[in-house]
């Protein structure tokens, strides 16, 4: 959200609309519960990951593509470590029970370690609430920023990736009052036959762009190159559906509540304050799952129905932050190719999706460090992702890693 102003640490505005945190600042600094996958990764699940998230890059679903190349196997993208999360990653920053209240994405942030998700491999979290402010927003008055940290490692205790993620709870009757996006949205944008093939034309060029997975040389590359512009859309009901469906702890049975070690308190399945219509029953879903799957019902169904997200203030259909990170980080893995990686990103979610729009990714080199941190050369990289109005909906810097030296080719 970019209407931030002044700090309104008591939770209430000048109209005396509050937000009541007596149950969230006991919480800041403590680890917390949450989701754990039961089964290992398959292929399928890469395979329909990528497909949500519109990624074709072949070494992640094409058997044999991926046979020749240097992995030998299909491998996960960098992204499919939210995939398999609990909650699009943001559990950790929506903790403590605000009444009337619900939650949209604010940004993330990543960091990669260099172990690759392979088929058979089962990741493990520790998740802890970090901090939270409140803020004024024109949205809906005042707006809880909170912050939540997440571990990623394997099933032998490698550590694979870091996320902090931000979320934005508030008053989901007073977002609606509002009504923000009311007064800016115009009617669901409607497509001709010759922008659609031009939207097309710039899909396909994207993916011509690097579909060996050549990794530029960190050498070559310039400050002010710009990189390959690609677009996703436009959206839809049926593409938010695919996009939910692929986080795997949305489907029927796959994940079950874990609590960390010695901790007194581990909020896990505990109600954030949903309004009606928007929580879990999570006794009748041991009768019908149905009722806990999130997008029937629970928090996430104003994604596909626009009357649930005019309720909170959304006014139509609308897609998911934790998305919008994969696609940050997909586009600048496939730039990098097989032989670089995505070591770092932060992106700031600035505006939704919505139905009917499409997203356009434009990116540019604005650094290298040749001696860094993580002990391999990076380039910096500043990312935007905006509508076809020009409108931004994610502001993302990140530093890649790639390889120095003469280019090897292919990626073999």
């Not at 679903?61 to 190349?69: H, P, T, Y």
């Not at 893995?333 to 600035?350: C, D, L």
Request: with cysteine.
């Amino acid at each position: 959200m970019s209407e931030q102003s002044t700090t309104a640490p008591t939770g209430a505005d000048s109209s005396g609309t509050r937000l009541d945190l007596s149950d969230v600042d006991h919480r800041v600094g403590q680890l917390v519960g949450g989701g754990q996958l039961w089964d290992p990764c398959s292929a399928s699940d890469i395979r329909r990951w990528v497909m949500a998230m519109d990624y074709p890059n072949p070494l992640h679903w094409d058997e044999e593509f991926a046979r020749g190349s240097r992995y030998g196997r299909i491998i996960a993208p960098q992204s499919m470590a939210v995939a398999l999360d609990f909650g699009h990653g943001a559990q950790p920053a929506c903790v403590g029970h605000i009444p009337g209240s619900h939650l949209i994405f604010g940004g993330e942030e990543w960091w990669f370690y260099g172990a690759r998700v392979h088929v058979g491999d089962q990741l493990f979290q520790q998740r802890r609430f970090h901090d939270y402010k409140v803020v004024e927003t024109k949205f809906a008055g005042p707006t809880m920023f909170s912050r939540g940290d997440t571990v990623h490692t394997n099933q032998h205790g490698t550590l694979v990736a870091r996320e902090r993620s931000t979320a934005i709870r508030y008053l989901a009757a007073e977002a609606e009052r509002r009504g923000m996006y009311d007064k800016q949205l115009g009617a669901v944008k409607r497509w001709t036959a010759g922008e659609l093939a031009e939207i097309e034309r710039v899909r396909h060029e994207w993916i011509l762009s690097n579909r060996l997975g050549v990794s530029p040389r960190f050498d070559d590359v310039e400050v002010g190159a710009g990189l390959p512009r690609r677009v996703i859309g436009p959206h839809s009901i049926a593409s938010f559906t695919t996009e939910y469906r692929a986080f795997v702890f949305g489907i029927w049975g796959t994940a079950h509540w874990v609590a960390p070690p010695g901790v007194e308190d581990p909020w896990i399945n505990q109600d954030p304050g949903w309004v009606d219509g928007f929580g879990f029953d999570e006794d009748g879903a041991r009768i019908d799952p149905r009722l806990r799957d999130g997008l029937y019902v629970g928090p996430s169904r104003g994604h596909v129905d626009a009357d649930k997200a005019g309720e909170i203030g959304m006014s139509r259909a609308y897609g998911y932050g934790a998305t919008m990170g994969a696609w940050c980080t997909d586009y600048l893995a496939y730039w990098a190719g097989v032989e670089g990686m995505v070591r770092h990103t932060r992106a700031n979610f600035r505006a939704p999706a919505f139905e009917g729009d499409v997203t356009y990714f434009d990116a540019e080199v604005v650094g290298k460090e040749t001696d860094s941190a993580w002990g391999a050369p990076l380039v910096h990289i500043r990312l935007r992702l905006v509508n076809q109005d020009g409108q931004v909906l994610v502001d993302c810097t990140a530093e890649v890693e790639l390889p120095p030296g003469a280019d090897r080719g292919a990626g073999q």
